[in-house]
């Protein structure tokens, strides 16, 4: 069973930064193209990156330059580093087992990111 635990989610002021974090279980990441997906508050779900098998990140152009997707294969672990916040990065983060462009794969619960001052 794919199991998705996400942590990390903040509030944080515009141009701040944070680390989010999804433990995985029931699967290796390292065998698995891993995504992060986001959904603001009213829209719909977006996917903002993906790390592939061979561990190339694949970014948005909403995000490009400002996150970066990385994985701990020993920890069985996905993480998401946020830079230079703004306001319109507010959203629950999901991560998810899943390929570039697709939203459509197991995810986890959610983790919070508000950026407001």
């Known amino acids: 069973e794919v199991v998705l635990v996400e942590s990390g989610g903040d509030l944080v002021q515009p141009g701040g930064s944070l680390t989010l974090a999804c433990a995985a279980s029931?699967?290796?990441?390292?065998?698995?193209?891993m995504s992060w997906l986001r959904q603001a508050p009213g829209k719909g779900l977006d996917w903002i990156s993906t790390i592939t098998r061979l561990g190339k990140g694949v970014y948005s152009e909403s995000v490009k330059g400002r996150f970066t997707i990385s994985r701990d294969n020993a920890k069985n672990t996905l993480y998401l580093q946020l830079n230079s916040l703004k306001a319109e990065d507010t959203a629950m983060y999901y991560c998810a087992k899943s390929s570039v462009l697709d939203i459509n794969g197991p995810r986890g619960q959610g983790t919070q990111v508000t950026v407001s001052s």
């Open positions: 029931g699967f290796a990441i390292s065998d698995s193209s």
